[in-house]
């Protein structure tokens, strides 16, 4: 027999086969088919709970420290997961997000409609190679130290939104109104919600074998996107869809907080700073910052800040007097009347042009992170700020005015590695680390 068989059949035959495995694994849908699970030591990670305004780590029942956040948004992470060629960038943005210090990100648990990656395609119906990308994000975020805010529906069109669920429901013969506000408080479409939800947390990772309601990966549910009314008149549909809501998902888990996913505007009866608002238009939305987020089965206040499409005939000046005042505004009511954490879930601002040699963007997110830095030395209820929102390269399609690439931003990249720093001095959670120098933190002045 010729001894060169192996090289003229054997092994090209081989080489063909790992070849068609790689195509098929990654560019077709093995939904129907039982891979095995990974096979790996997850890093020990406790859960986040709360204690009075302020987040603590859990840690078998025993509250030990507390945790004050730096995080950001990439919200594009679930899609970017759905085939392998790209999931390297979501690795890739989880990695450099722990390279910066920060510990949470938020992102979209979502995506509704007929797109071929879209996760739920009809009510209860999901896409289960998507569902696989969401596994792939909590996983990866697992592997590097970050835990993730999920948010379950989006108030906006994009990634289907309330209106589709509104779709679903005339589709299928349900009378409704043409106003999405429909979605507060239609019972079909509620149980549209909560068949999605319930879907979600019950969920068993394909990588790792967890449930999502036992994953502390996971930092918190966030009930909507942005929810808004298209009518103030509905803002009691609203109070009573989040009171709703946040019991039932309480009710699947008691592990992970919880939050409404608020702007942070205060209605006209508010008990809160109502002045604080940046123009009439807020209190027209149906939502109050103080009301929202009273509810008994809310953990933490979110609060989004974006000077520059909220006042954006303000000059730099008063951009910086504006959001100087909405933070401290939200600090005291969270403390005060509130007494629960306030978390700055999107903070966004344009890079614009250097002023006194410093960008917009640097001079505004500066003073967010210091009012932060302050309440958090105090003890008080600014419990972080969470960027609006970073990139890696090749996922330009997902950007906005406020999107940006960190490591292509010295100046900014500095600021965001500077808070995680002095923010996790604050909590003590760098005492007694055993890897003290693949810390990104270690050598930073502390604060």
Same mark, same amino acid.
């Not at 009573?240 to 009710?251: L, Q």
């Given at each position: 027999m010729n001894s060169n068989w192996r090289d003229k059949k054997f092994y090209p035959t081989i080489g063909i086969i790992f070849l068609l495995g790689f195509i098929y694994l990654n560019y077709f849908d093995n939904s129907y088919f039982s891979f095995p699970i990974i096979t790996w030591s997850p890093p020990k990670m406790g859960f986040v709970g709360v204690n009075g305004t302020r987040f603590v780590l859990v840690d078998n029942g025993n509250i030990e420290s507390p945790v004050y956040l730096n995080g950001w948004n990439s919200y594009w992470l679930m899609e970017e997961s759905v085939w392998g060629p790209s999931r390297y960038r979501v690795s890739d943005m989880l990695k450099k997000g722990a390279e910066m210090g920060m510990t949470v990100c938020r992102t979209w648990a979502f995506s509704d409609g007929a797109r071929p990656n879209d996760l739920q395609t009809q009510p209860g119906v999901f896409n289960e190679r998507v569902f696989k990308g969401l596994d792939y994000v909590v996983y990866e975020a697992r592997k590097h130290g970050i835990r993730l805010i999920l948010s379950l529906v989006n108030n906006l069109n994009a990634f289907g939104g309330k209106a589709q669920y509104l779709r679903w429901a005339e589709e299928a013969g349900v009378n409704i109104t043409?106003?999405?506000?429909?979605?507060?408080?239609?019972?079909?479409?509620?149980? %549209? %919600?909560?068949? %999605?939800v319930k879907a979600i947390l019950t969920r068993k990772n394909s990588f790792t074998g967890v449930k999502y309601s036992e994953e502390p990966a996971i930092f918190a549910w966030e009930l909507m996107n942005e929810p808004r009314c298209k009518s103030k008149s509905s803002a009691s549909a609203?109070?009573? &869809?989040?009171?709703?809501?946040?019991?039932?998902?309480?009710?699947?888990d008691g592990k992970h907080l919880v939050t409404v996913g608020l702007e942070g505007f205060y209605s006209l009866n508010s008990t809160g700073n109502y002045g604080a608002n940046p123009g009439e238009w807020a209190a027209s939305l149906g939502s109050d910052f103080i009301k929202n987020s009273a509810i008994e089965n809310i953990d933490f206040a979110s609060v989004h800040a974006y000077p520059h499409s909220w006042i954006p005939d303000a000059d730099l000046a008063a951009k910086v007097k504006y959001l100087s005042n909405w933070v401290d505004a939200h600090i005291n009511d969270g403390e005060n009347v509130l007494k629960k954490p306030v978390l700055f879930t999107e903070v966004g601002a344009l890079l614009v042009t250097k002023t006194g040699g410093l960008y917009d963007r640097d001079i505004l997110l500066r003073m967010v992170y210091d009012q932060i830095y302050e309440s958090a030395k105090r003890r008080e209820a600014g419990a972080?700020?969470?960027? &609006?929102?970073?990139?890696?390269?090749g996922v330009e399609e997902y950007s906005d005015k406020y999107s940006f690439v960190a490591w292509k931003c010295p100046s900014t990249y500095k600021l965001i590695l500077e808070q995680s720093c002095r923010l996790r001095n604050t909590s003590r959670s760098l005492k007694n680390r055993k890897d003290q120098h693949k810390d990104p933190c270690f050598s930073q002045k502390r604060g």
């Open positions: 043409s106003s999405t506000d429909s979605f507060f408080s239609n019972p079909i479409i509620k149980e %549209y %919600y909560k068949s %999605y609203l109070q009573a &869809w989040i009171t709703e809501m946040a019991a039932f998902v309480k009710s699947l972080g700020v969470l960027i &609006w929102q970073l990139l890696v390269e």
